[in-house]
Nanobody, 122 residues
Framework: VQLQAYGGGLVRPGGSLRLSCAASGRTFRSYVMGWFRQAPGKEREFVAGISWSGGSTSYADPVKGRFTISRDNAKNTVYLQMSSLKPEDTAVYYC????????????????WGQGTLVTVSS
């Protein structure tokens, strides 16, 4: 499966942004999908994940209550709605697909998009 993330940009603290990740292929609905991010000078970290059906989700503690992951299997797209953004959310955001369960470790994800930059600054 090929993934393409988009929707990044510059947003002020407290603002909102929605990222999208479009997937190619008919098997999108069979993948667990995740969002990761990598801030300058830091390692890539898990942000959120969603099961193939959308019935289960998982969030990293720093984004819990502010970010919402969702998917539309009919459109082969996964979303990350980000609200109450903080400067520390600044990072390149990547979407990824996994054939394993809803896990947080990036090694479990087989396919990666190219990343989209989110900058939170006044």
């Amino acid at each position: 499966v090929q993934l393409q993330a988009y929707g990044g940009g510059l947003v002020r603290p407290g603002g909102s942004l929605r990222l999208s990740c479009a997937a190619s292929g008919r098997t999108f609905r069979s993948y667990v999908m995740g969002w990761f991010r990598q801030a300058p000078g830091k390692e890539r970290e898990f942000v959120a994940g969603i099961s193939w059906s959308g019935g289960s989700t998982s969030y990293a503690d720093p984004v819990k209550g502010r970010f919402t992951i969702s998917r539309d299997n009919a459109k082969n797209t996964v979303y990350l709605q980000m609200s109450s953004l903080k400067p520390e959310d600044t990072a390149v955001y990547y979407c990824a697909a996994s054939t394993m369960g809803l896990v947080r470790h990036q090694n479990a994800y087989d396919y990666w998009g190219q990343g989209t930059l989110v900058t939170v600054s006044s």
